[in-house]
């Protein structure tokens, strides 16, 4: 039996209001400890901010995918201030590995640049080495890690440091 390649014909475009519903489930996909409900209802706000922008990957008519970004103060690992950031990238299982990603990312990267901005910054979990790896396919270099740490503060527990 031959087997058939299916073309994936995909359009990147800016999100919009009207996108929210299946916008946000993908937020959720990416983000699932957050509520879907709570993902839905920041997104009008987050689309009137000038810093933020979002993409959406869409194939006949269903988003298959989307990238978030906004310009932020900082970032670690990024020279330049303010920095573009992307805060955010996903694409349908079933979508991986056809270059969904790369375009998401040029989308992105052409918003930055025409705003003046020179660097690219992003993140993922240091387990997370699906993510890992797609960044560095689009061209991210890894500039630093970091372990975070928390400590829970009991009123009254707190001692004097000895001098």
């Not at 959406?56 to 990238?67: C, E, I, N, S």
Request: hydrophobic share 45%; glycine share 8%; with cysteine.
């Amino acid at each position: 039996m031959a087997l058939v390649e299916v073309k994936v014909s995909v359009t990147i475009r800016p999100a919009t209001i009207r996108d929210k519903k299946a916008w946000a489930a993908m937020r959720s996909a990416l983000w699932p400890e957050a509520e879907l409900e709570s993902l839905e209802a920041e997104l009008p706000d987050w689309l009137k901010r000038e810093r933020f922008r979002a993409w959406l990957a869409v194939d006949r008519g269903v988003p298959v995918g989307f990238a978030e970004a906004y310009l932020r103060e900082f970032a670690n690992g990024c020279d330049q201030q303010p920095v573009a950031f992307l805060e955010g990238i996903w694409v349908e299982k079933s979508h991986r590995r056809k270059g969904i990603g790369r375009r998401l990312v040029l989308a992105v990267e052409r918003w930055a640049l025409g705003k003046g901005i020179k660097e690219l910054g992003s993140d993922a979990y240091i387990g997370d080495r699906l993510s890992r790896r797609g960044h560095l396919g689009w061209g991210f270099a890894e500039t630093e890690r970091v372990v975070y740490f928390k400590k829970a503060l009991k009123p009254g527990r707190v001692r004097k440091a000895r001098s």
